[in-house]
């Protein structure tokens, strides 16, 4: 009997498609399930991903065929019609992709005819089959991007004609990364200033036409297993190559050493590289240097827990010990990567992270995780709202850096790149000097009393 997990902090096939959808400008879903679909995405999603908003088609106003027992009985294909037709006469799209649940997977609704029949009335739409029980959040995402890439190649008869200097990002999953907007947003930033036209496909400004470029893209650059994934789909299909990265760059060293590999990859000027990172690394250089009275007055140097999902913990952990001295007892990955995969990612981060014995776990289960880290003997935490009981059972301050987050609100900012460095160096250090003054106060009362 398989045991049931505590707290997970993954949600279905369904919502990762959803929450992907959702920011994309122009891109409406429709959703073919039963009502606690788009709800629970919602609230166990956008709301706890930052305090983010429902945007223009998404949370309680999100189409939906809402089946009950009724279509379950007699199918609910007329149902998905009349869906179609409603959402297109109310909702202004660019395109409406339906999305299928569990339910009516089961039941067998021939939703290709439906969203065929769509088209034919000049609807621009597609469906695309996500139910729970195929796989987890990153299924999801990794399902319609593919999905969505090959049906805008149907049709397309003519070669694959390629747009020099143009590069694709994947495997930042909106919302299941809460910094997803300003992660992307710097790694755009870093990239431009070598040269290159940048597709981050989701956030501010990213719609249909940036979708129809993925396959004139030179190279896709990507993070996370999943990532590797679609880079593999797509140099298979469409010719285009793909550099895998196994975690998101977070400061000088290992932005420098990003940009570096994919200009290399892409021949690009190394003299504009060079310069580029050199006046980058002396700009952080110069902001961190402001904190290093602060860093020894209130003792940084803690040995640390760090819960959250591949390309985060291992981009965070590395910046932390190797950048700023912190000390790695224990890695938690949460994203339920294969098992081939999980001997890799062990073997790279005992490469990464220099001189260090760290523990690596693999687990989505909230009980588990207070497990690990009440047996870790650590000084801080990096990780989720969920480690906020165990972080003051063990009375040490916790710095939220995952999925779910409830306390924050999070609108741009990032921790990849030269700017997301900084913003991490502020956030952590914020907590470390308001715990330890919340101490030294109790302290202080309690010789006074």
């Not at 994947?170 to 992660?183: A, E, H, L």
């Not at 952590?428 to 009362?445: A, G, Q």
Request: with cysteine.
């Amino acid at each position: 009997m398989t045991k049931p997990i505590e707290t997970s902090r993954n949600g279905c096939a369904l919502h990762g498609a959803l929450q992907t959808i959702q920011e994309i400008e122009g891109f409406v879903p429709i959703i073919h399930s039963n009502a606690g679909c788009g709800l629970q995405q919602f609230l166990g999603g956008s709301r706890v991903s930052g305090c983010n908003g429902s945007g223009n088609a998404g949370g309680f106003a999100v189409a939906s065929t809402n089946v009950i027992e009724r279509q379950v009985i007699f199918g609910g294909t007329s149902r998905l019609r009349e869906q179609i037709k409603n959402t297109v006469k109310i909702i202004k799209g660019d395109l409406y992709v339906v999305l299928s649940g569990c339910t009516t997977e089961l039941v067998g609704d021939d939703i290709p005819a439906m969203t065929k029949e769509g088209r034919e009335q000049g609807f621009p739409i597609i469906n695309l089959s996500t139910p729970g029980f195929k796989g987890q959040i990153h299924y999801g995402y990794v399902t319609f991007i593919k999905g969505l890439v090959d049906e805008l190649a149907k049709g397309n008869q003519a070669p694959t004609k390629k747009s020099k200097g143009l590069v694709n990002i994947f495997g930042i999953i909106p919302k299941q990364d809460v910094f997803w907007k300003g992660n992307l947003e710097e790694l755009k930033r870093i990239l431009e200033a070598v040269g290159l036209k940048v597709n981050t496909l989701v956030g501010y400004g990213e719609g249909i036409e940036a979708w129809k470029e993925v396959t004139n893209a030179e190279l896709n650059i990507v993070f996370s297993p999943w990532g590797v994934n679609i880079g593999k789909h797509l140099e298979e299909h469409y010719e285009t190559p793909y550099l895998e990265f196994d975690a998101l760059p977070v400061g000088a060293e290992d932005t420098g050493l990003f940009l570096t590999k994919v200009a290399e990859k892409l021949n690009l000027d190394s003299v504009i590289v060079n310069n580029f990172i050199k006046e980058e690394k002396k700009k952080l250089d110069h902001y961190v240097e402001k904190i290093l009275d602060f860093y020894v007055e209130y003792n940084f140097q803690k040995e640390f827990a760090i819960v959250g999902e591949t390309s985060n913990v291992i981009g965070i952990s590395r910046f932390l010990t190797n950048s700023f001295g912190l000390i790695p007892k224990v890695l938690i990955i949460t994203d339920k990567v294969e098992d081939s995969y999980k001997d890799y990612l062990t073997k790279q981060i005992a490469n990464l992270i220099d001189s260090f014995n760290v523990e690596v776990y693999f687990t989505e289960d909230g009980g588990e995780i207070k497990d690990i880290v009440r047996k870790s003997k650590i000084e801080l935490v990096l990780g989720s709202s969920l480690e906020k009981e165990i972080s003051e059972e063990l009375k040490v301050p916790l710095q939220v850096i995952s999925f779910p987050i409830v306390e924050n609100v999070i609108l741009n900012k990032g921790y990849a790149g030269f700017r997301g460095a900084i913003s991490l160096v502020e956030d952590f250090s914020s907590v470390i000097i308001t715990f330890e003054n919340h101490i030294r106060l109790e302290l202080k009362d309690k010789i006074l009393a």
